[in-house]
């Protein structure tokens, strides 16, 4: 079981803890060992009056209980005081929690300027004040946590309580620049909107809802939000009668309504309203910084187009406005594609396979008994779907291809390439990230043959110029680039690349003119046209597969790259490997000039004891196999985050023609987590029954889980309502 929260050690200060929420927080706190200061005014629910009784019953409460707790009768609006009880009493202050508070209910017309003042006075001011108090103190101990009370009338609205309502939304505004300015001395703000049985609500509210609604219930996440291990910070919660919902902003991606030197007019606006006011699509910006990017975007997307047509304009705000949300997710048409032996040969010869060495004649001659499609051709059947301008198409984006870089690849094969095939590749925008002096553009191709998934690629293109938009630094989507070991190579290979070079593997389908056009490439800034980056790509994958693998294509697993120079054909390209394991390491030189080209690179081969299992019959062969390993391998490195947030055990059994076919694990409870095959050991908390198909479109967000579950496609057993951790598991750790 997991261990009980606790408090002890630390001080924590409740206003308006005589009665309802802030009594139930005080007790609460208190019996899990916190010392605590009890505020209470101790007036009526309008502000009126005054009384020490309310405190002190609370007090006397947590002491009877063999707790900590003073009590203190100020009003929040002399905030130095409560913290100074504080801290005479027990020393310092570790948590506030901002609860006091009345009303003064009257329809807007009705609101006198007592009314509105004094409920401005107790709630938000009061909770500056308190909160004022106490910061400098949790600056200095490097700790602090503080609790705003807002309302759902605050959120939403609720007829006869403007005075309340704006105060109440004022306190969110507060806890948002706290949780920023705190952040990096350890203080976290979050807001809470409860819901509550208590004298605020008994006039409001029927009895029996009341009753369902106690304040016990509300406790809980207060206690959770102030405690040490929580990381929570600048969040929004509803909470009421057991349940808690966290909430957020939302934004229409939006319309441009003006053009470059043209005047804006109401018009405009009327004319683009339904797009302004359309939620599909929408984005949910975090912070400042990501509202404004978009707005310098679109300003700059303004003064650069010269009498767009209004429709043009609102496409490109949708697009701007979206902090690339309308790129990022991004599909592109599916793009099917047929090779044949002819195709397999011309990219072998490109890549620089050839008769001199015995070991490629398989790469480059359809007579050979092993006759084998090099594994790196996985790349060419993919990237077709990328091209013919394809790119230029993504929504929000707008690409200057002369400023274009093939920045890293990442390639993984599921089953060898057959020589001859059909393949289908669908492709998305990953991600996009912000390199400071360019963009990243991060897509995932995923291509088939039939159904079965045959590889899958991760392109990073680099955008020069195009970053510094404030967007993130790294995705947690790209597969990452590996440093080499500090160490002289095992191995070093290398080849002459022939002049005709790129000539001759711009035939495989890279027709662009970089590779073979001295003045384009001059004008690109180069000397003379240079090689593709993927056809070094293909050298290197080679080299190492024939010193580490004998050239048995069925031992490639994955390869990973970053490019870091070009080449110019001619030169002679040097791979320097290193063995760890089944990974080969690499990085790849240009010999003459000893710069490296090709840096952070590594090969995954099959483990020779596996080959049995990694090519079996093709009716046997299970696709799922693959992402479980895959999420067994992102398991790995960051398991230890996921435990934390599922804290479950996941048993699959996957079906093929009806029967099981296999079964997996996935462990998020354990350790740092694990994913096996398999039953369970121990047991499973869920068990999850679909085939071997839906599976694999669950994983690529073809298939809803709920409407697989509630159309029978999935089954679930044990405890069903884990299972919508599934969700954030295939989401985040099983994209292959
Ligand atoms: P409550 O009336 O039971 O508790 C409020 C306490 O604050 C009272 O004990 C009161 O004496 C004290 N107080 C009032 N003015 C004070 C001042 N100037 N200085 C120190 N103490 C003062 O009400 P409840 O429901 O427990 O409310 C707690 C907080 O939760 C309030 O801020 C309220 O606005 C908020 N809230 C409650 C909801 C509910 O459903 N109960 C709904 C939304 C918000």
């Known amino acids: 079981m997991a261990s009980q929260l606790r408090f002890d050690g630390r001080v924590v200060l409740v206003t308006g803890a005589g009665g309802g929420l802030g009594r139930a927080y ?350 790196t051709f996985g790349v060419i059947v993919a990237q077709k779907v990328l091209m013919d301008g394809r790119i230029a198409e993504i929504p929000g984006l707008s690409i200057n291809f002369a400023k274009v870089l093939h920045g890293e690849q990442y390639l993984e094969l599921y089953k060898q390439l057959p020589r001859t095939g059909k393949i289908q590749s669908e492709a998305i925008v990953a991600d996009i990230i912000d390199k400071g002096s360019g963009l990243v553009i991060i897509f995932d191709v995923y291509s088939y043959s039939g159904k079965e998934l045959i590889c899958y690629n991760q392109f990073s293109i680099f955008i020069v110029g195009s970053g510094g938009f404030g967007g993130k630094r790294t995705s947690d989507k790209a597969k990452l680039a590996l440093a080499i070991p500090n160490r002289p190579p095992d191995a070093v290979f290398t080849d002459t690349t022939s002049l005709n070079q790129a000539a001759l593997y711009r035939l495989s389908g890279d027709w662009n003119p970089l590779h073979i056009d001295p003045n384009f490439a001059s004008l690109a800034g180069f000397d003379k046209p240079i090689l593709h980056g993927l056809c070094t790509f293909g050298f290197s994958a080679r080299h190492v597969l024939h010193h580490f693998a004998d050239s048995d294509v069925s031992r490639f697993k994955a390869i990973k790259v970053r490019f870091a120079k070009p080449v110019y054909p001619g030169q002679t390209i040097q791979t320097e490997m290193w063995k760890e394991g089944n990974r080969i390491h690499f990085q790849t030189k240009v010999q003459e000039t000893g710069d490296i080209i090709i840096s952070n690179a590594y090969v995954d081969l099959v483990p020779t004891s596996d080959i049995s299992i990694k090519v079996p019959p093709e009716s046997e062969k299970l696709q799922s196999t693959f992402v479980f390993e895959e999420i067994g391998r992102r398991i790995k490195d960051i398991g230890h985050e996921i435990v934390k947030k599922v804290n479950a055990i996941f048993e699959w059994h996957i079906t093929k023609g009806g029967n099981t076919a296999a079964k997996w694990t996935i462990d998020l409870k354990n350790g740092s987590g694990a994913v096996y095959q398999g039953p369970a050991k121990g047991s499973a908390d869920t068990t999850i029954i679909l085939s071997d198909e839906d599976f694999m479109e669950l994983v690529l967000g073809k298939l809803d889980p709920q409407k697989a579950f509630f159309s029978g496609r999935l089954r679930a057993k044990g405890n069903i309502m884990l299972s919508q951790k599934l969700q954030m598991i295939l989401k985040d750790y099983a994209r292959l």
């Open 26 to 375: 005080a007790l609460a706190f208190a019996e899990r060992g916190a010392s605590v200061v009890v505020n209470d005014l101790g007036g009526d629910f309008r502000g009126d009056g005054k009384s020490s009784l309310a405190a002190d019953k609370v007090v006397e409460e947590i002491r009877r209980k063999g707790g900590k707790a003073v009590a203190n009768y100020d009003s929040v609006e002399a905030g130095e005081k409560i913290v100074k009880t504080a801290l005479d009493a027990f020393g310092k202050i570790d948590v506030v929690i901002n609860n006091a508070g009345i009303l003064r209910d009257r329809s807007f017309a009705r609101i006198s300027d007592e009314d509105w003042d004094i409920i401005h006075r107790v709630h938000l001011r009061g909770s500056f004040q308190v909160t004022r108090a106490a910061w400098e103190h949790m600056k200095k101990q490097n700790y602090g946590r503080i609790i705003m009370t807002s309302s759902i009338s605050g959120i939403y609205g609720n007829f006869g309580q403007a005075n309340y309502t704006a105060a109440k939304l004022g306190l969110l505004g507060l806890s948002n620049t706290l949780a920023l300015e705190g952040r990096k001395r350890n203080i976290h703000c979050n807001t809470i909107a409860p819901s509550a049985g208590s004298r605020l609500t008994q006039t409001v509210l029927p009895e029996d809802i009341l009753d369902a609604l106690k304040p016990e219930y509300v406790a809980p996440l207060v206690l959770w939000l102030c405690h040490e291990s929580c990381e929570e910070n600048g969040g929004m919660f509803e909470v009421g009668g057991g349940w808690i919902g966290k909430l957020r902003w939302e934004r229409t991606l939006g319309a441009i309504v003006r053009q470059r030197n043209q005047p804006m007019t109401p018009e405009a606006v009327k004319a683009n309203w339904t797009k302004i006011c359309d939620f599909d699509n929408s984005v949910k910006p975090q912070s400042v910084q990501e509202s404004t990017v978009s707005l310098i975007e679109i300003v700059s997307k303004i003064n650069s187009e010269e009498g767009v047509s209004s429709n043009q304009t609102s496409h490109a705000a949708s697009t701007a406005t979206s902090g690339f949300a309308g790129a990022i997710g991004h599909k592109f048409p599916p793009f099917s594609s047929a090779y044949t032996e002819l195709d397999a040969i011309m990219y072998a010869l490109g890549v620089g396979a050839s008769v001199k060495d015995p070991k490629d004649l398989k790469f480059v001659y359809e007579g050979s008994s092993d006759f084998s499609c090099l594994p």
